[in-house]
Structures are given as structure tokens and as C-alpha cells.
């Protein structure tokens, strides 16, 4: 069963305007199935999974675009880095647009041959896991999320409330497309078969790591930290292995799109404020399954519960901005008192402030932290707490309580 995705809308768009559209992202959340259900077999697909294309793609990039011709859906094509310069002589010659579509799901080495070889000639877009608005078929509401009234009333429209229970479930599952889509798959068979295809296939390709167990053990460190800032060393002394190594691994990670790193919002106003990132998991499902949680209600009784729904809510206002083609402007803002504001939202110079809480109730002291971003000289926007509640309700003329399932 197809799901309808809302980087449909966007991907059409680059398709006129580009002659080669790269869509990246981890394995398994869909890329190549949105891409064959856009070219509806009017393109050619190749996947250098396949090792005997890769092989010629590799040792034989001229030879492999006399054997296929644009246009063409290639997937994976991070392991045949060699012909992206063979592509960029094709479309140079021929100025069509669309002729090639590619998916990565390994940032790490396949950005550097982009920019190298397909600069000006490549729109590039990121894909998650399912968002919640794709989840519950509506797809085209799923604008880039700011906590503006009208926004929010035409999210209202279609998102049923959510319980306590439905939350966790959903983050229990995540977000892959598989996961979301059939009743049948086994949960653990699934996490387990793409942590250890994981480990095997791409991070073992491209970090040169020799024991998989220490790389898991540092996997599920790094899970245990989502929604808290990054400490490396913590990081590092926890998993076995040196700072260096952890910050290398880290990168991979997060051009892998396993992890995002939130960075602090900071001007030249005041030099108080924490400069480390927040670290946070892309995949909650991933997340509960590395930190062994056994059951969503387990995962929301436990010592995670919090840090996991605010991961969940960060992602899902994440793909509101990827999945419309937009860089996401999020940051967030802890100064060296401890004054902290989950997420700023900064567009056209104006900041909008969220807090993410687990509670239903209502209480003005949740906003009040805003105060404190007023030292920034910026204008601050309409604000909002993202939590339990079931239904849209104001806090202060100027800020409202929004439930999670308007995400």
C-alpha cells in the first residue's frame, strides 16, 4: 500500500527545474518507492545494490550510460561515486531537465562528489520516516509548522485527538514506512534486521569499524542521550572508545540521517549562552528499540518518557521543513543559568518559542521562560506549548497549549 508523502509536491517542482533531483535519507524510509510511484515506469530503475551494476557503474561509468539511457531512477548511487561525473557530462550536453533521479542513504562521502561534479545541476532533498500528517493521509496540510493561529486551526481540522496511550504507540513504532503500513511485522525483527544490515552494509563501508559490538554499544549510548545536550567525552567513556573516535562516529551518524543536532540559537548580544548541541534521534522507533524498552507502555512509564516525546515532537516539526524542500531554522536556547526554551523557530527574523511538555494541564508558568528571550533583541512571534492537551487552547493572548496529534 502506497502512502501519499508530502515531498511529492516539491519533488514535481525540482523535476522542471533541474536536470538531476538527489533525494537522501536513512535506508528504508521510502525513497525509492516515492520515486518509482512519481515516475510511474516512465524512467528506467537501476539499484547498485545490485553488485553487478555496481561493478560497471564503477569500472565502467561510460559504458554504463551507452548500456542505459536517460531517463533514469538510480538508487544507491553512493557506491558508484565515479559516475557522477560521467552524469554531469551527459546532462551538459543535452540541457534536459529531469533526466536523472538518485538516491543516497550515505551523506558521508557521496555530498563531496556532489558538490564537486553536479554543482548547479542538482536539486537535493532529505527524506525521513513517515510524519504523522502522512500517517493520518493528509499529507498536503503538512506545511512548515509554526505555532500561528490560523496554522494551527487548519491543522485542527484534521487531527483527531490522541491519548496518552496512541502517543506512545506511535513512537514506540516510529516512523519507517514498513512499521507504519502492516499489522504483521514483528517490531523487534525489524529493528534488530536493520541495526545489524546497518552495521554491515554502511557503517562498516565508510568509518572502518572492526568490532560491530563496541559500534552497537556506542549505538545505544548515543539513543540513551536523545532530547539532551551532547557531551562527548560522557559519550565516549561510556561506550569504550576515545573522544576522537565518538565524534567520528557522531558524524556519521548524523550524515546518515540516524541523528539530528539541534544547535543553540546565539547573536552577538550575549555571550552567556551554551554553545554544545542537543543531540536527538531521528527514528524514535530505533531510539526505544536500542535503549530496550519492551512496550509503549513500558517506554511511557520509564525514565525516557519525556526526552522520547520531545524527540518525537522536534522530528515531526523536523519533516514539516525537509519534506517541503525548506532547511528546517530551528535552534534552541539555554544560557548559563539554566534558563531554557525547547525550540526557537527563527523565520524572517522573528523568533517563535515552544515548550514540549508530557501534562494535559494548562499552566502560565510554562511560558513565562519566553521572558528571557527578550535579551536577544529580536522580535518574538506567537509561542506555544506542545503537549497532552486535547484540543487547541489559549495560555496567554499570545501563546497557545497545542496538542501533539496537530503535529
Sequence with gaps: ????RTLEYYLKQIDKQFPILLVTGPRQVGKTTLLRHLSKERRTYLTLDDPNLMQLANEEPALFLQRFTPPLLIDEI???PGLLPYIKMRVDEHHRS??????GS???QLMKG???SLAGRVGIVNLLGLSLKERQGHPAIAQPFLPLEQQLKERAACSPALSLQEVYRLIWIGSFPMMCSSLSIDRDLFYSSYVQTYLQRDIRDFANIGDARVFLRFLRAVAARTGQLLNMSDMARDSGISPMTARHWLSILEASGIIYLLEPYHNNVTSRLIKAPKLYFLDTGLCAYLTEWSSPETLEAGAMSGAILETFILTEILKSYWHNG???PLYYYRDKDKKEVDLLIVQDDV???LEFKKTAKLDKSFVQQFTVLEKLNKKIGHGGVICLTSSLLPITDVTHAIPVGYL
Aim: glycine share 4%; proline share 4%.
Design 1 to 4: 500500500m502506497y502512502i501519499e
Design 326 to 328: 525548506k532547511r528546517a
Design 78 to 80: 553512493q557506491y558508484a
Design 106 to 108: 550515505q551523506q558521508f
Design 351 to 353: 523568533i517563535y518559542p
Design 98 to 103: 529531469g533526466e536523472f533521479w538518485l538516491t
Design 114 to 116: 556532489v558538490s564537486e
